[in-house]
């Protein structure tokens, strides 16, 4: 049996959230800003409708994770001329 | 002159170019399936309107990764003509074929209806078979055709010459993103690379090609792709 890293050996979880970037119009967070004014909901300033996509990565550290999430999210989960994205690692044990 | 259309899972225009340019122009034309590795020497592509493959993520941003688009990235690097219409045009994008991105529509709605635009370039394939400034009636049929590009790009794009369509009023009039149809930036509806040989638009040329559609005014634009701009198909005298 290989001897691996000890942080290799589960999959870690990475969470890349994507958002229009701020000077994009987004109709879609304003259509829901309007939505939630109407359900009495006041003082929202502003919403902006994104997703965001949880990857598990195998046979790879925590910092190679976020690494490997970023490049995925540059080149497809997201599209920058008009996305902006953030990765972050999820602790799924954390309640 | 050998034209393949490319059919994508999802794409539902494909059938319609095939008619344009096999029945209408009497052109050699072959569907290109997208998982195909090469394309059988056409000289023009068609990547058609409708969808791929679900248009899951974003729109276009599968497709563009689809084996028959590096075959595409390939003959566009050489010079070879290459025109996206709608979801084709989207493809183009994501590809990076040609600049910009185009998102959801300002008013979130599917828009089907016949809109003006005009010509900025005659000096392509694609438009040469039109007059400078022409205005043309073709439909749209999208709900995500609101072009978008940095500053930075716009500015490119006009120095370089790069924008070929634009939305109008029926007198060409242009209109601003707050009036145009669906909320693009400086009202583009359609734009080529800095090499002018490879073409996006959202409007539907092949919609308004043929006397029966009771409009012809995308006949030229497929006539001039295919080098036959000078017998001045579907152009109003």
Known sequence: ?95 | MRCGVVTFPGSNCDHDVYHVLKHVLDREVSFLWHDATDLRSCELVVLPGGFAYGDYLRGGALAALSPIMAAVREHAERGGLVLGICNGFQVLCEAELLPGALRRNRDLRFICRDVHVRVERNDLPFTEGYAEGAVLRMPIAHAEGRYFASEQTLDALDDAGQVVFRYVDADGAEATPETNVNGSEQSIAGVCNVGGNVLGMMPHPERCAEDVLGNTDGLALFAGAVGMAAEGLGVAV
């Open chain 1, 1 to 95: 049996m290989s001897k691996k890293n000890e942080s290799n050996d589960d999959p870690v979880t990475v969470e890349v959230t994507v958002y229009p970037r701020p000077e994009i119009l987004d109709p879609q967070g304003k259509a829901i800003a309007g939505a939630l004014g109407r359900l009495g909901f006041d003082g929202i300033a502003d919403v902006r409708a994104g997703k965001s996509f949880r990857l598990r990565l195998e046979g790879v550290s925590a910092d190679e994770a976020l690494e490997r999430a970023e490049e995925m999210a540059d080149k497809l989960l997201a599209n920058t001329v008009v996305e902006d994205f953030e990765v972050e690692l999820v602790d799924e044990e954390a309640p």
